[in-house]
């Protein structure tokens, strides 16, 4: 047990302490002062029959700070239903709109609607607005809650305006101008305001240079953009340049979050799988691909049973073929990773000249590496055959599968690309599949060869 693990564990201990002796005084001092994310675990390791105190003790806005933390796979409905509607109601009232329209996202029709009644109508618009957004766009996952000015202000109007606003707001570090149409002109940051002179106006301080993506963009780029200028906040604009609402550091970073897992699972191609989803679910999930696999696997069988001769005078050559195929999917996936990372990071798709010179590269990386391990391998097969042919048979098909992996690892996901095909799902396995046919078929038919000549 590590020391962030040893200090939950006393944390949570302590909380179940308060509860059992009734002590909610010391229960609400000692909970509150923890960070959300840390009351967040311990609400949810604390038994079912024993998280009611945390409704009873707690306001809705001291609920909604460690809420904001659940992920649509801790299935939040058999938490909301424990409680009474207007304090659920109150708890996504008291959250970011974006936040509460992901949990509303999960509730049956009915009980989000029973709780919606229940809010004020600026917060009920607010979430209402969120959830028509579409999925997976910078519109779905951005906040509503902002601090605005306008340009006309001065420093001391607006530094009161930003107090009267900081309770609600989800970030008041970064501070937004619009004009009379709430077109977005600028934007300065809560430092700039401190330091700058009372009388001075909003507009003489502010930057007019404002990095901003509308409702559509897709919720990766947009999380990408925020990494690539360093940004607290990102804008959202709508077609005519409104100020929507923005996006946040730690919502973008959820984004990127979830773009690594999902690229990760769809390498194996098991898409949103998670450890906590259902059984039935991962089991629907996961039988395409697993028959995909199975059916091209079965044609490297096809070609391996045709050469059952060749293998009958030499059965030593089977010895090698997981060698072979290992060693060339080994390097090959290296590279793929590096050409995956590549193609994320660019903007726009690769020019064939920029895929050469990526290609070159890999090759030279790789060349060394392969000549190498095919000296090892080749080693290998010497001594178990005693002949220096059937070394240079094993060393040089070692190495033309290694250099042809790693060929088709960065031509196969730009291919992939250019048609608009997930290269995450596709690549690894097209390119094991080639390499093991092609490779095994030059295997078997030169040591078809050098047994004819009687060499082997």
Partial sequence: MNHAQKKRAMQ???????????????????????????????????????????????????????????????????????MLPTYAAAILGAMPSDDAADILQQLPKSQKENYLKFLHRTEREDIVDALTQEEETAGGIMSYDMIIVEPHLNVREALELVIEKAPEADMIYVIYVVDEYDRLVGVLSLRELLVAKADQSVGEIMSQTVVSVTETTDQEEAAKLMQDYNLLALPVLDEHEHLQGIITVDDAMDVLTEEYEENLLNLQGIGAETAQSTIWYSIKNRYKWSFVFTLLSLIVAVVISRFETVITGLPLLVAFLPVISNVGSASGNQTLAVVLLALEREDEQLTWGEVMTLLGRQLLITLPIALAISLIVGLAALVFKQTMVFMFLVAGTILIATLLSNMLAVIIPVILTKFERNPHVLASTIMTIIVDVLIFTGYFIGAQLLIAEGLL
């Fill in 12 to 82: 949570l201990k302590r909380v179940k302490d308060y509860m059992k002796s009734e002590q909610m005084e010391h229960f609400r001092d000692y909970f509150l002062d923890l960070h959300p994310f840390d009351q967040f675990i311990i609400f949810k390791e604390v038994e079912p029959r024993d998280q009611h105190y945390f409704y009873e003790w707690l306001a809705p806005d001291e609920v909604a700070e460690f809420f904001r933390y659940f992920e649509p796979e801790d299935r939040i409905k058999k938490y909301f239903d424990q």
